[in-house]
């Protein structure tokens, strides 16, 4: 770990551009150790347990510390840290922090998840007949339009089905769980005659872009739906 915030160290970031202490990367490495230390303690290894669940317990307040910017009411995409502990913020919305909430960091109930939710849907939500979401701002990998208010970038499907999961987690009546399924119909929407999907959707034309099929979209997309059924079920049997 990163021996100044004590946050993982850096790495390379999910969408393989950039370098430094993300996110993203925080919430998952939370998310081993805290299965870490439950497996551990079904085995009876109490030290490792402890250990896994001390360091899981370090991370998570180090993450409220270092990656959540109270001025700007939104988790940071990421940090860097250089070898004197000057800490540089990178503010950019992005996607990838919904990671808090999906591996369970910090429930979708939480105001801090609750304002960068809010923020992420509000900045990076395409205003086009097309709509779904960007990835991140000023996102220019295949970028088809260079007006961003307009577009931040080209709506993904794995980003669109994060905001689905938020509105599911959040959800506690039907009536909150329905407002997944407009997102769930944009995905089937702009899949292929062939249900197959695309990485990304031309926020003009609705034609796919980049690979194509993608299965982390076609992954997101079963998670999605499984997790519409198992609130559905729960709110049911309350």
Known sequence: RDPHT?????????????????TYTTATVYAGLDAAARFADLFGEEELASRYHQAAEEIKAATLRYLWDEERRHFLRMITVDKNGTIQKDPTLDSSVCALFQFG?????????????????QTLWVKTPIGGLARYE?????????????????????????????????????????????????AQSHALPSGVMAEQVDPLSGEPLSASPLTWSHAEYVMTVHQYVGKYCEIQRT
Do not use: C
């Open 105 to 121: 960091m910090l429930p979708a109930h939480d105001p801090r998840i609750k304002h960068t939710m809010h923020a992420l849907e």
């Open 138 to 186: 000023n996102d220019d990998y295949y970028r088809v339009t260079s007006d961003l208010s307009l577009a931040q970038g080209n709506p993904w499907f794995i980003s669109t089905l994060w905001l689905a999961q938020y509105r599911i987690a959040y959800a506690t009546t039907l009536e909150e769980l329905h407002q997944a399924i407009p997102l769930l119909d944009w």
């Open 6 to 22: 004590h946050l993982p160290a850096a790495s390379y970031d999910l969408w393989e551009e950039r370098h430094g202490i993300f």
